[in-house]
Nanobody, 115 residues
């Protein structure tokens, strides 16, 4: 069992930056693929980025070059550094831990990009 707690969301102006954190409890954090998803109002949840246990990363085309996912296995934490934020990045961001067939979700953190 893995519990995930996100933090770091908030209100930011267009062009600004935020760093999201996701702290995981439970064992074997390092073997999980960790991901960030987001869901905007009226839209489906979509993958933003993921990082494998080996450190391989992958990004949605809409955030590539602006967002960076990283993990600190010693702290059981995954991060999402978000730069050059746009109003269309406004969404609830969710942390995900995946080790098939198991999958766990955090409760989400709101990110609002607005002037």
């Amino acid at each position: 069992q893995v519990q995930l707690v996100e933090s770091g969301g908030g209100l930011v102006q267009p062009g600004g930056s935020l760093r999201l954190s996701c702290a995981a409890s439970g064992s074997s954090f390092s073997i999980y693929t960790m991901g960030w998803y987001r869901q905007a109002p009226g839209k489906q949840r979509e993958l933003v980025a993921f990082i494998t246990s080996a450190g391989t990363t992958n990004y949605a085309s809409s955030v590539k070059g602006r967002f960076t996912i990283s993990r600190d296995n010693a702290k059981n934490t995954v991060y999402l550094q978000m730069n050059s934020l746009k109003p269309e990045d406004t969404a609830v961001f969710y942390c995900n831990a995946r080790l098939p067939p198991r999958q766990y979700w955090g409760q989400g953190t709101q990110v609002t990009v607005s002037s």
